[in-house]
């Protein structure tokens, strides 16, 4: 419960300091166009299970990105029906301001720790990530008690 905690805290402090630096967009809309950055070329589907929300409501965030510019929506190669999201030049001093909050947030949660803390910290966070991925991949028995 440790780490549900910290992570809902983590993602306040994100709130707030998103508010700060005056985006324009909504933290949904801003951590939508951050995970674009980071994983281009996917689906509207795919960025929905990665912000976590249902693809529903990530299509009102798309709505209002690509009403402002700041993404656009082009048809999958692979799927004429579907489509990818990316973003355009009008992102670019948006992602900055993110940045500027990211690293406001990053300051907050490293606070007190030194280097090679900090650098300990993210290891096992990326351990923690990738072992709950893994287990998240697994199968999972329809009827654990019949097994």
């Excluded at 992570?7 to 801003?30: C, H, I, N, S």
């Excluded at 947030?105 to 803390?117: C, H, I, Y």
């Amino acid at each position: 419960m440790l780490l549900t905690d910290v992570a809902r805290l983590l993602r306040r402090r994100l709130d707030v300091a998103l508010e700060q630096v005056d985006t324009g967009l909504t933290p949904a809309e801003a951590r939508a166009i951050n995970i674009i950055r980071r994983m281009p070329g996917r689906r509207q589907g795919v960025l929905a299970e990665l912000m976590g929300i249902e693809p529903m409501s990530l299509v009102g965030h798309l709505d209002r990105l690509e009403q402002g510019g700041i993404i656009r929506r082009v048809v999958d190669p692979g799927d004429r029906r579907a489509r990818i999201i990316e973003l355009t030049d009008a992102a670019a001093p948006v992602l900055l301001r993110i940045d500027e909050a990211l690293a406001r947030v990053r300051m907050e949660l490293t606070a007190g720790l030194d280097e090679p803390q900090t650098e300990q910290l993210h290891a096992l966070l990326l351990h923690v990530k990738s072992s709950l991925g893994e287990a998240d991949a697994r199968p999972q028995p329809i009827f654990p008690c019949f097994e």
